[in-house]
Nanobody
Framework: QVQLVESGGGVVQAGGSLRLSCAAS????????IGWFRQAPGKEREFVAA????????YYADSVKGRFTLSRDNAKNTVYLQMNSLNAEDTAVYFC??????????????????WGQGTQVTVSS
Protein backbone atom coordinates (compact mmCIF):
# COMPACT_ATOMS: atom_id res chain seq x y z
CA GLN A 1 0.00 0.00 0.00
CA VAL A 2 1.42 3.35 -1.09
CA GLN A 3 0.36 6.64 0.44
CA LEU A 4 0.88 9.81 -1.59
CA VAL A 5 0.85 13.39 -0.37
CA GLU A 6 0.99 16.37 -2.72
CA SER A 7 2.27 19.80 -1.75
CA GLY A 8 3.36 23.04 -3.35
CA GLY A 9 0.09 24.30 -4.74
CA GLY A 10 -1.04 27.88 -4.38
CA VAL A 11 -1.98 31.05 -6.19
CA VAL A 12 0.36 32.43 -8.84
CA GLN A 13 0.10 35.11 -11.49
CA ALA A 14 -0.04 34.19 -15.16
CA GLY A 15 3.46 33.61 -16.46
CA GLY A 16 4.71 32.50 -13.08
CA SER A 17 6.01 29.17 -11.80
CA LEU A 18 5.23 26.61 -9.14
CA ARG A 19 6.85 23.35 -8.13
CA LEU A 20 4.60 20.57 -6.90
CA SER A 21 5.91 17.69 -4.84
CA CYS A 22 4.50 14.22 -4.36
CA ALA A 23 5.89 12.40 -1.34
CA ALA A 24 5.33 8.66 -1.04
CA SER A 25 5.38 6.29 1.89
CA UNK A 26 4.36 2.74 2.71
CA UNK A 27 5.77 0.95 -0.30
CA UNK A 28 8.80 0.40 -2.49
CA UNK A 29 8.73 3.75 -4.23
CA UNK A 30 11.18 2.76 -6.94
CA UNK A 31 8.82 0.02 -8.13
CA UNK A 32 6.13 2.51 -9.13
CA UNK A 33 5.54 4.76 -12.07
CA ILE A 34 4.16 8.13 -11.00
CA GLY A 35 1.68 10.26 -12.86
CA TRP A 36 0.18 13.71 -12.38
CA PHE A 37 -3.39 14.47 -13.30
CA ARG A 38 -5.49 17.57 -12.88
CA GLN A 39 -9.16 18.35 -12.60
CA ALA A 40 -10.73 21.73 -13.19
CA PRO A 41 -14.27 22.54 -11.99
CA GLY A 42 -16.85 20.85 -14.18
CA LYS A 43 -14.25 18.91 -16.14
CA GLU A 44 -12.95 15.39 -16.11
CA ARG A 45 -9.63 14.50 -14.53
CA GLU A 46 -6.99 14.71 -17.24
CA PHE A 47 -3.47 13.45 -17.70
CA VAL A 48 -0.65 15.94 -17.19
CA ALA A 49 2.62 14.03 -16.99
CA ALA A 50 4.11 10.70 -15.98
CA UNK A 51 7.53 9.29 -15.17
CA UNK A 52 8.88 5.76 -15.17
CA UNK A 53 10.15 4.07 -12.04
CA UNK A 54 13.77 4.97 -12.78
CA UNK A 55 13.08 8.48 -14.07
CA UNK A 56 14.54 7.74 -17.49
CA UNK A 57 11.36 8.31 -19.45
CA UNK A 58 8.81 11.06 -19.05
CA TYR A 59 5.54 11.72 -20.84
CA TYR A 60 3.60 14.96 -21.11
CA ALA A 61 0.23 16.11 -22.28
CA ASP A 62 0.48 18.35 -25.32
CA SER A 63 -0.98 21.24 -23.33
CA VAL A 64 1.97 21.29 -20.91
CA LYS A 65 4.83 20.07 -23.11
CA GLY A 66 7.74 22.51 -23.00
CA ARG A 67 6.41 24.22 -19.86
CA PHE A 68 6.26 21.44 -17.26
CA THR A 69 9.11 19.17 -16.20
CA LEU A 70 8.72 16.01 -14.19
CA SER A 71 11.53 14.45 -12.16
CA ARG A 72 11.93 12.06 -9.27
CA ASP A 73 14.34 11.35 -6.43
CA ASN A 74 13.95 7.74 -5.36
CA ALA A 75 16.27 8.27 -2.40
CA LYS A 76 13.76 10.81 -1.07
CA ASN A 77 10.62 8.95 -2.25
CA THR A 78 9.53 12.14 -3.97
CA VAL A 79 8.44 13.26 -7.43
CA TYR A 80 8.61 16.89 -8.52
CA LEU A 81 6.50 18.69 -11.11
CA GLN A 82 8.07 21.97 -12.13
CA MET A 83 5.47 24.17 -13.80
CA ASN A 84 6.58 27.26 -15.71
CA SER A 85 4.78 29.83 -17.85
CA LEU A 86 1.52 29.09 -16.10
CA ASN A 87 -1.73 30.36 -17.56
CA ALA A 88 -5.36 30.43 -16.47
CA GLU A 89 -6.06 27.12 -18.20
CA ASP A 90 -3.67 25.43 -15.76
CA THR A 91 -5.97 26.25 -12.84
CA ALA A 92 -7.10 22.94 -11.32
CA VAL A 93 -6.64 20.52 -8.48
CA TYR A 94 -3.50 18.51 -9.20
CA PHE A 95 -3.26 14.88 -8.13
CA CYS A 96 -0.31 12.53 -8.13
CA UNK A 97 -0.89 8.82 -8.58
CA UNK A 98 1.12 5.60 -8.65
CA UNK A 99 0.94 2.28 -10.46
CA UNK A 100 3.28 -0.66 -10.19
CA UNK A 101 5.51 -0.97 -13.25
CA UNK A 102 9.15 -1.52 -14.05
CA UNK A 103 8.44 -0.99 -17.75
CA UNK A 104 6.44 2.13 -18.53
CA UNK A 105 4.35 4.95 -17.08
CA UNK A 106 0.71 5.02 -18.12
CA UNK A 107 -1.18 8.09 -19.33
CA UNK A 108 -4.50 6.42 -18.48
CA UNK A 109 -5.89 7.32 -15.08
CA UNK A 110 -7.62 3.93 -14.83
CA UNK A 111 -4.23 2.24 -14.61
CA UNK A 112 -3.32 4.02 -11.39
CA UNK A 113 -3.99 2.26 -8.12
CA UNK A 114 -2.98 4.88 -5.57
CA TRP A 115 -3.88 8.57 -5.43
CA GLY A 116 -3.04 11.54 -3.31
CA GLN A 117 -5.62 13.97 -1.96
CA GLY A 118 -4.74 16.72 -4.43
CA THR A 119 -3.37 20.24 -4.22
CA GLN A 120 -5.01 23.35 -5.64
CA VAL A 121 -3.24 25.44 -8.25
CA THR A 122 -4.82 28.77 -9.14
CA VAL A 123 -3.39 30.99 -11.86
CA SER A 124 -4.64 34.55 -11.81
CA SER A 125 -4.62 36.70 -14.92
Amino acid sequence: QVQLVESGGGVVQAGGSLRLSCAASGGTFSAYAIGWFRQAPGKEREFVAAITWNGIRTYYADSVKGRFTLSRDNAKNTVYLQMNSLNAEDTAVYFCAAHFSRVAASQNRDDYNYWGQGTQVTVSS
